[in-house]
Every structure is written in structure tokens, then in C-alpha cells.
């Protein structure tokens, strides 16, 4: 079983859908929460960050974080074609050589 | 902006020829990665480095070294590459590892072609 399991998609919504990705893990030590947001033929770069449980949000994106189900989400509302990405759940217990990554998820919105 | 540059974009090598991918990074940040990206596998640590000349192995470090000379440049050799290691490989780079800020800052990528 892999420490992060996450659905690789690919994902296609309108243009204007609430999109929800998910990432699941099994390692109970992990406190650092991230989602990367990673163009085609271009590095990851850092979307949002969330230390332990609850909620965070950034203007169209929110992050989800619930420990006791070991289940962290990432929403976009009014999603946007400048949206579409592969989207990348990471979490460490601290450090960043600890970082483990999910398989990402492909999303495209269509126009 | 912090900048992460990967010297190689694409790059096909035959099957036992020496690879050297070269990263180098402008905000004298401590640590350094090396990742490999696969589609379905996600990224895979394969060596990191907090200081100079100090490496330390990641998940998969078999068939790679690194090198560290100098803090803003680290390099990933594999010394005899193998049509397994076709990928794509990503540096990052992050400010220190005392402290936790979730961020890593990656390079482009260096698409890797193994014949």
C-alpha cells in the first residue's frame, strides 16, 4: 500500500464547477499538509499549505485537513481553464526530505 | 523570485553512457533534491543534500550519485544510465531544514531518454 494514494483522474469539468481533489495517506506522523499545482512541462510550485487539521483558504482554493480520517482535500470554486493542472497532494511529518508525494491529478476545465 | 535551473531540458543517452543533470538554484538555500517523476508514482526522492559536500540517500538511490561542491549547485550522475531510468528528473531546492515552510521550489525538469 502506498503512503499517499491519490486518484490520478484525469478530471474534466466546465468551466465555473466546484472542483474536489482528494488524497488520502496512512502515515499517522505526517502534520505537514501541501498541494502542489504542477503546468505541463513545468516544475511544481506550491499551492497551498496547511499545518495539522482544518481549513484553509486562498481565494478560489480551500484546504482540507482531517487527521482522524487521514484524508486531505483540495476545492476550487469558479474553477478556470488557467486551472488546468496536474495537482499534486504532499505531506511530511516535519522536514522536507521526508516529503511524500501522491501520484497527482490531471484536471482540465473546459471553456 | 527564487530561480531553479535545470541545465538540460530533453536529453536521449544509449543504454551505459554517463548522464550528469545539473541544477542550480540563486537564493542560497541549504537544501537541494533530486527527484524522479512517473507517471502513476508520483515524485520519488532520490538523493538530497543539506550542505556542502554533504549527501544523504532518499528513496530510490540506486543507479545515481550526486555532488555537492558548491551550495547552489547540485548535480545527479548516473553512471551508467539503463532504459529503466528513462523519466523525468526535477531539482528543488528549500530554504533550511530546521524549519518547515512546506515549500520546495522546483526546476523545469530534465526529461530523460534512455535508448
Known amino acids: 500500500q502506498k503512503e499517499v494514494e491519490q486518484d490520478p483522474g484525469p478530471l474534466s469539468v466546465p468551466e465555473g464547477a466546484i472542483v474536489s481533489l482528494n488524497c488520502t495517506y496512512s502515515?499517522?506522523?505526517?502534520?505537514?499538509f501541501m498541494w502542489y499545482r504542477q503546468y505541463s512541462r513545468k516544475g511544481p510550485e506550491l499551492l497551498m499549505y496547511t499545518y495539522s487539521s482544518g481549513n484553509k483558504e486562498d481565494g478560489r482554493f480551500t484546504a482540507q485537513v482531517d487527521k482522524s480520517s487521514k484524508y486531505i482535500s483540495l476545492f476550487i470554486r469558479d474553477s478556470q481553464p488557467s486551472d488546468s493542472a496536474t495537482y499534486l497532494c504532499a505531506m511530511t511529518p516535519f522536514n522536507n526530505n521526508d516529503m511524500r508525494f501522491g501520484a497527482g491529478t490531471r484536471l482540465t476545465v473546459k471553456p | 523570485d527564487v530561480k531553479v535551473t535545470q541545465s538540460s531540458r530533453y536529453l536521449v543517452k544509449r543504454t551505459g553512457e554517463k548522464v550528469f543533470l545539473e541544477c542550480v538554484q540563486d537564493m542560497d538555500h541549504e537544501n537541494m533534491f533530486w527527484y524522479r517523476q512517473d507517471p502513476g508514482l508520483g515524485l520519488r526522492l532520490i538523493y538530497f543534500s543539506y550542505d556542502v559536500k554533504m549527501k544523504e540517500k532518499g528513496d530510490i538511490p540506486e543507479g545515481y550519485s550526486v555532488s555537492r561542491e558548491k551550495k547552489e549547485r547540485f548535480s545527479l550522475i548516473l553512471e551508467s544510465a539503463s532504459t529503466n531510468q528513462t523519466s523525468m528528473y526535477l531539482c528543488a531546492s528549500s530554504l533550511t531544514r530546521d524549519r518547515n515552510t512546506g515549500e520546495l521550489f522546483f526546476g523545469e525538469g530534465s526529461r530523460l531518454t534512455v535508448l
Open positions: 502515515n499517522s506522523a505526517f502534520q505537514y
